[in-house]
């Protein structure tokens, strides 16, 4: 190692430079630094119930968590939203927990909830991450989108339109029989249908497979393609009626019918009678 005047200088300086310019990358990232093991777990439940119109609208929006999805008994929503934080000490889970609120907007017609999870600047020590996980109940025939960052949709049992979009985690619906939309970037779709709607069905997933069950004897006219992957049409009896290669299929099931369009980059289709 050069240990001349000079070169031991320009290593002072360097090592001087370093240090406000690392402080600096990390302060104006707001990033949050966590020290020490987050072995705290602390939870709090919010809870609402509002009055929809039988038809009116559901819209949830979440963070980080997941959403589940069921009928109500009648013409009201009812939201259970169980907000999670890990911290080094029981007052940093605490106090993670204080940084989730709940924006509002109902009426009649429409009920709107923004999970909103407010960031910490510059750095902070022995805090946590945070997760809201819902838990919702909705007239059978409302019209509902649901969407989340980091998290999982699960749906049964609805009859209105659907729409359901997660960026971190997968779509899986059950007896479904309404207009349904449903996407993932990273995540898996399974997707159960009691019934192909008028309004038709739209699947869409860039990372992860792609299960489709429907009735035997439903209507349908599909077109799927998978860039990255295969496509069965198991035990369905589908007539082509263009292109029918291993990563695209159109056809129709019984004759064609409502559109069902199912989209994949990375990941297989698997589609089959129920």
């Known amino acids: 190692m050069d240990k001349t005047p000079i070169a031991m200088a320009r290593r ?26 987050l072995n705290t777990q602390e939870t709090a439940e919010w809870r609402k119930n509002y009055p929809l119109d039988a038809t009116g609208r559901v819209e949830i929006t979440n963070v980080n968590g997941k959403i589940v999805v069921e009928p109500s008994a009648g013409n009201t929503v009812d939201v259970v939203a169980v907000k999670k934080a890990r911290g080094a000490s029981p007052e940093a889970a605490k106090a993670a927990l ?32 945070v997760q809201v996980d819902y838990t919702v109940k909705v007239p059978l025939g409302a019209d509902v989108r649901f969407t989340t960052v980091n998290g999982g949709i699960e749906i049964t049992g609805l009859q209105g339109r659907v729409t359901a979009e997660t960026t971190n985690g997968g779509v899986t619906t059950r007896d479904v029989t309404g207009q349904l939309q449903a996407s993932t970037t990273n995540g898996g779709l399974d997707i159960d249908v009691a019934k192909v709607a008028d309004g038709g069905i739209r699947l869409d997933c860039v990372n992860g497979g792609i299960k489709v069950r429907m009735p035997r004897d439903a209507k ?55």
């Open 12 to 37: 002072r300086l360097l090592r001087a430079l370093a240090v406000p310019v690392l402080l600096g990358a990390v302060l104006s990232a707001g990033c949050d630094i966590a020290m020490g093991e």
């Open 220 to 274: 349908a006219t599909i077109s799927a393609s998978m860039t990255n992957g295969g496509i069965s049409p198991g035990d369905l009896q589908i007539d082509a009626t263009g292109e029918n290669s291993r990563r695209k299929l159109e056809g129709h099931l019984n004759g064609g019918g409502p559109r069902m369009q199912i989209i994949g980059v990375n990941g297989g289709i698997t589609l089959s009678g129920r």
């Open 98 to 129: 204080e940084r989730v609120t709940f924006a509002e907007n109902v009426s009649s017609s429409l009920v709107r909830i923004d999970t909103r999870i407010a960031r910490l600047e510059g750095i902070v020590v022995n805090q946590g991450g």
